[in-house]
């Protein structure tokens, strides 16, 4: 019976290698297809480490920024090949997308403070492959209400894609840490905290939140403002350092991507490597056992209440993990999550998957809940005006509000991208406002023509990037403002 054993696990061990062979050499060839690698694909600035991070001061951050870009304009922009001498690519220095050309390069870290009295500070922690562009339009509600606002550039952004490619997520926490140090700092003693966070930067802030409830050196955020927070990811971004393992092979050097696109947009990055795809999960399961062992150990009720404005339907992160993973631990504290449904019209209807059509039924757990739950939805099948289905906490009951607003006749979702951006964003809005220009208006083009002619596929245009609902959602975010201090 041992030899059988042995001879069983021999085989099975055969066959994993095998099986780990064949991955590696398919995704050797695969890696060889498309676009080569360009100079913003190789070059990795030098940004600070954790424990330069953890003691720095602002200014020191900000030196240490200058000397990020200076080394980009030298190592890149200064270096781009003749072919990619192009208008589309923001690197080529006289391409009107190029971030340096506008009256402010929002890829850079930005504080706004407040015409007259200091009321509170917040801080801003953006997306992945994102910038601090992504939240510039929250910042300055937040700095209209009195509020010093820090808006940070995380560490392998802002820059070149490259920059995610030797970056782990405790170097963002770190970066988090001393953007609250700051925040803190200006705002003074006695002053509301607010933590917020967009996709990466919202399991930033969330991961900040619950660290700071065992960590006295840490300053309690009194509120948490989340947009499409990565609380958790596809299961392909678990293995996903598989898919890099040919890149130890400099002929192979392309597998450490999954993907290599043109660079067209000044505020975020197109091409993306495979470690930004496993540091978002391992940031995802780092904050998903922080809220288990706190919820565990009954250490949840001093967490500020948290606000949510998610899309039901999100292609980047997990809705449900939100519900399931996030919500359904925190206390009864005035937390609440703000849905946008899909649109219902009938028009539409035939079209939509049965899969989202149902799907608030399927990850929104029974009332009574412990947090605040609205769903911004259709008035009726008919009606594009849109109403809020409120169920406050603890209570069954449902009320109805009309909000005055309206699903454009075009628009089937919301997508993850589009929740902190209102239609009149100069990049992405639908309907940009002509003097907040970027060079280019990619939330407004309506792509019809012949396959094979753009420099990227259709999906990417076709996905929402603005928020036709960004009033009620500034009006939402403003009434924790109003005051001065978290309701």
């Known amino acids: 019976m041992v030899a059988a054993a042995a001879r069983w696990t021999r085989r099975l061990s055969l066959a994993l290698l095998l099986v780990l062979v064949t991955v590696?050499?398919?995704?050797?060839?695969?890696?060889?297809?498309?676009?080569?690698?360009?100079?913003?694909h190789t070059f990795v600035p030098r940004e600070l480490t954790i424990v330069e991070l953890d003691a720095a001061d602002w200014r020191g951050y900000l030196a240490a920024e200058d000397a990020i870009f200076r080394s980009l304009d030298a190592e890149v922009t200064r270096r781009v090949p003749e072919d990619e001498r192009v208008p589309e690519n923001r690197y080529f220095e006289a391409s009107p997308v190029n971030p340096e050309r506008f009256a402010r390069n929002w890829n850079r870290s930005f504080v706004l403070e407040p015409d007259g009295e200091v009321r509170g500070a917040a801080v801003m922690l953006h997306g992945l492959t994102d910038s601090p562009f992504s939240l510039r339009h929250v910042a300055q509600l937040y700095r209209a209400n009195g509020?010093?606002?820090?808006?940070?550039?995380?560490?392998?952004?802002?820059?070149?894609?490259?920059?995610?490619?030797?970056?782990?997520?405790?170097d963002w926490m770190a970066a988090t840490r001393l953007a609250f140090r700051e925040a803190g700092r200006r705002a003074g003693p006695g002053k509301p905290l607010h933590a917020v966070g967009y996709s990466n930067g919202g399991a930033l802030a969330m991961k900040y939140a619950l660290d700071a409830q065992g960590d006295a050196a840490l300053s309690r955020p009194d509120r948490i403002v989340l947009f499409s927070p990565m609380v958790g990811v596809t299961s392909f971004a678990r293995f996903a350092g598989l898919a890099a393992l040919p890149a130890f092979f400099p002929a192979f050097a392309k597998a450490a991507w999954l993907s290599i696109l043109p660079e067209f947009n000044p505020f975020k990055y197109n091409s993306f490597p495979v470690n930004a795809a496993r540091q978002s999960h391992r940031l995802t399961q780092a904050l998903q056992q922080s809220v288990r062992e706190r919820s565990r150990a009954g250490v949840l009720e001093g967490l500020a209440p948290v606000l949510t404005f998610q899309s039901v339907m999100d292609f980047t992160v997990s809705t449900s993990a939100i519900l399931s993973a996030l919500y359904a631990h925190l206390p009864a504290n005035g937390s609440e999550i703000v849905l946008f449904d899909i649109n219902r019209t009938a028009k539409f209807g035939p079209l939509l998957r049965q899969t989202s059509q149902y799907v608030i039924g399927r990850i929104l757990p029974p009332a009574p809940r412990a947090f605040r739950t609205t769903l911004v939805t259709n008035e009726n099948e008919f009606e594009a005006a849109v109403v809020a289905r409120i169920v406050d906490a603890g209570t069954r009951e449902e009320t109805v509000t009309s909000l005055g607003l309206a699903y454009p006749r075009d628009v089937f979702s919301l997508s993850h991208v589009a929740i902190p951006f209102p239609v009149s964003d100069g990049l992405y809005g639908t309907a940009p406002d002509p003097s907040d220009d970027f060079g280019v208006q990619l939330g407004s083009l309506a792509a019809r023509g012949e396959v094979g002619v753009l420099i990227i596929n259709l999906d990417t245009l076709m996905r929402m990037s603005a928020n036709p609902f960004f009033p009620y959602l500034a009006a939402r975010v403003g009434e924790g403002l109003a005051a001065g201090r978290a309701q």
Do not use: C, N
């Open 147 to 170: 509020f010093v606002v820090i808006a940070i550039r995380l560490p392998g952004h802002g820059t070149v894609p490259a920059g995610l490619t030797d970056v782990a997520w405790e």
């Open 24 to 40: 590696f050499v398919v995704r050797a060839w695969d890696s060889q297809r498309g676009d080569p690698l360009e100079p913003w």
